[in-house]
């Protein structure tokens, strides 16, 4: 009796190991609706004022830092997420997205959880294969135009953050 069931108890588990490896499916793995413009950016910033002209390079003496950029929980195509990871202004904010141009700007924006103060991005633009990394390869770039209400009125300023998308080399 005991060699009946053992060998039912084999068929059932083998049964059920064949069943449970099917791997014919109809779904395809696939990224966001903002993949290309979506990732991490190392990146620097430089003070503009109002009519485009340079008035320092790097002001605060940051150097090389990190941005976030990604989707929205509802994979919008229109929006997503700006995030300087409190390395910055410690802004967090969506953005209007034109995913076809890889362009995006903010109108007036609270960039902060208590509304303490806005941010204006005029301009925005993810650019594929226009950086060139460490060794020489081709990488996607950054750069956007983003102005603070809470910033100091003697400055009139724009910040103009730009860089390359995080490689994991050290560079």
């Not at 108890?9 to 290309?36: H, M, N, R």
């Not at 605060?60 to 997420?81: C, P, R």
């Not at 995913?99 to 650019?127: C, H, K, M, P, W």
Request: charged share 25%; proline share 2%; with cysteine.
């Amino acid at each position: 009796m005991k060699k009946y069931i053992s060998i039912a108890f084999v068929a059932i588990v083998l049964s059920l190991g064949f069943i449970s490896c099917d791997v014919d499916t109809d779904e395809k793995p696939g990224g966001t609706k903002v993949e290309k413009m979506a990732g991490r950016w190392d990146v620097t910033l430089d003070l503009y004022d109002t009519d485009g002209n340079l008035l320092a390079e790097d002001p605060y003496h940051m150097g090389v830092f990190e941005i976030q950029t990604y989707s929205t929980a509802d994979n919008s195509a229109k929006l997503m997420w700006l995030d300087d990871l409190e390395n910055f202004w410690n802004f967090k904010f969506k953005v209007d997205v034109d995913y076809n141009n890889r362009t995006f700007s903010a109108d007036t924006v609270d960039y902060d959880a208590d509304g303490t103060g806005q941010a204006v991005i005029t301009y925005g633009e993810v650019l594929e294969g226009k950086a060139i990394n460490l060794h020489g390869m081709p990488n996607d770039s950054i750069v956007f135009d983003i102005a603070f209400s809470d910033d100091d009125p003697a400055y009139g300023c724009v910040y103009r953050i730009s860089g390359q998308r995080y490689t994991g080399f050290y560079e």
